[in-house]
């Protein structure tokens, strides 16, 4: 059984964050764990507060998983504060963490921000570069790079802004363009489209939280990043269009689309 660490942030209703990444590590039928970084406090409609986990604690919870569990892959969520994130790269890099998947959270979809704006450099200095791949959409995109991305041409150039940075490949995640959504592969070399039609819904809760936990589960199971890409693509739009009204808001993705049903065995 391969084995997926997420560390990020708990969404107490259910959507995103640590639940978004377990459920869709079991749909991968791999082994899923958690560091726990903050508590919040939120539903379909909002965040209405956040209790950060201390440093030393995170560092912990990585330790004492490193320490016993081999780990096939990370995936990177939440991370709101300086120390926070200090203490995850020096663990991550003291285990020599393998296939890392970095969504840089910075605001969810009701607008609250969830990265401290002081932690963005610390973000970019000591995370980014330890990374596999980095899978930050538009607006998040922007704020790494300084640029304005209004079209696939300012996706590709900020995907290339991002690779100097040092991650060994970024995804550039094109949900809120105004067109059918195309991410973009940049591997340093050259750009891979990943294209899907729109699905016309309001349900996109922990949309990034399961295409980057789907990529973390795929490299865990031995897909070469473009195929691990891919078949996350295929797996976040099939969550995507079975997204469940649940609450009165932004609506959670459905992760009923198992490994047996890729396998053709229900
Ligand atoms: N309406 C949609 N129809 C089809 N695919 C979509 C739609 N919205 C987003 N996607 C896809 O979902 C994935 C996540 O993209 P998105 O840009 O929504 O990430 P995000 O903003 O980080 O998500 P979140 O903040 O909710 O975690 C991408 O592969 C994107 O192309
Ligand atoms: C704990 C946590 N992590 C990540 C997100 C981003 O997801 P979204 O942008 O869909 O709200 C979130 N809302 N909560």
Redo the contacts with the bound molecule.
């Keep these: 059984m391969k084995k997926v660490l997420t560390i990020a942030g708990s969404d107490s209703s259910g959507g995103?964050g640590i639940q978004a990444d377990l459920k869709t590590m079991s749909a991968h039928g791999v082994f899923g764990m958690s560091v726990i970084t903050a508590v919040t406090a939120q539903n379909t409609q909002g965040v209405f507060g956040i209790q950060d986990i201390s440093p030393q604690m995170i560092a912990k919870q990585i330790q004492a998983i490193y320490e016993d569990i081999e780990v096939d892959a990370v995936k990177i969520g939440m991370v709101s504060q300086v120390d926070t994130i200090q203490a995850i790269a020096q663990q991550l890099l003291k285990y020599q963490a393998k296939n890392i998947v970095l969504?840089p959270?910075m605001v969810?979809?009701s607008g609250f921000h969830l990265l401290n704006p002081e932690a963005k450099n610390s973000l970019i200095n000591q995370l980014i570069p330890l990374v596999t791949v980095i899978t930050p959409?538009?607006p998040e995109a922007e704020v790494i790079t300084g640029l304005t991305i209004e079209s696939e041409k300012d996706m590709e150039e900020a995907a290339k802004a991002i690779f100097i940075m040092g991650p060994q490949y970024v995804l550039i995640?094109?949900?809120?363009l105004e067109s059918d959504?195309v991410?973009l592969l940049y591997d340093g070399k050259a750009i891979q489209r990943f294209s899907?039609k729109?699905?016309a819904?309001k349900n996109?809760?922990?949309?990034?939280?399961t295409?980057s936990s789907a990529i973390a589960s795929n490299l865990a199971l031995g897909f070469p990043i473009t195929e691990a890409v891919k078949l996350a693509?295929e797996y976040?739009?099939v969550a995507?269009e079975n997204a469940l009204s649940i609450g009165k808001g932004v609506g959670p993705t459905h992760h009923f689309y198992s490994l047996y049903q890729r396998a053709g065995l229900e």
């Design positions: 995103a969504d959270v969810s979809k959409n538009l995640k094109g949900g809120h959504p991410d899907t729109r699905i819904t996109t809760h922990g949309t990034g939280c295409l693509k976040i739009t995507i």
